[in-house]
């Protein structure tokens, strides 16, 4: 077993766990709110996640420190979910539980993430515009796009859905004509 296939193993049980909790609780919202911020904070802190992923420091010390940082931040699902992990000993792998969450999220609520490369930003009319042909598309209730500049592009853009990639970009159809040159 690959050290991915052991980390998911570990982390799905415990995301589908909170997004069960939370869909029965009515706060999905609140509990993804909070977990933006958490793994927001975690993103830019290193020494948050190494005091976290350090057997030495207590659990009582971990607990101490989630209260001090979170406590009046949190929806209290969110932070018992926090205290559980640390009981368990689970709270180093809170970046990836995070991930597995929204993962689950927007499969259950039919969201699609459309990762767009671009050589320059998409107006507001160009965002729409794409968002309503990728729901066409993927028979998807909501489309989050995670737009990215990539100067290497002449022109055009790359969509990727998942596995899926939709290259309309000069630099893709000049790739398409060589392969096809090539070929023949």
Do not use: H
């Not at 993103?43 to 406590?71: C, H, M, Q, W, Y």
């Not at 609520?109 to 490369?117: C, K, P, Q, R, V």
């Not at 107006?123 to 500049?149: F, G, H, P």
Request: charged fraction near 20%.
């Amino acid at each position: 077993m690959s050290t991915n296939q052991l980390l998911s193993k570990i982390s799905t049980p415990y995301a589908e766990a909170l997004l069960d909790s939370a869909r029965d609780s009515s706060v999905l919202t609140e509990i993804n709110q909070d977990l933006s911020l958490i793994s927001n904070i975690l993103s830019r802190s290193e020494e948050l996640k190494t005091f976290f992923g350090n057997p030495l420091i207590s659990i009582e010390s971990k607990k101490d420190a989630v209260n001090t940082l979170f406590a009046d931040q949190l929806n209290n699902l969110t932070l018992r979910f926090l205290f559980l992990l640390i009981e368990r000993r689970r709270i180093s792998f809170l970046a990836m539980i995070i991930d597995k969450y929204f993962s689950l999220f927007y499969q259950f609520d039919l969201t699609i993430i459309a990762e767009i490369l671009t050589p320059i930003a998409l107006t507001e009319l160009q965002q729409a515009e794409l968002i309503a042909k990728i729901k066409s598309i993927t028979s998807s209730r909501t489309v989050k796009l995670v737009i990215k500049l990539d100067q290497n592009l002449i022109a055009g853009f790359v969509i990727k859905l998942g596995s899926k990639v939709i290259d309309t970009s000069l630099q893709g159809k000049l790739k398409d004509m060589s392969y096809y040159l090539n070929s023949v």
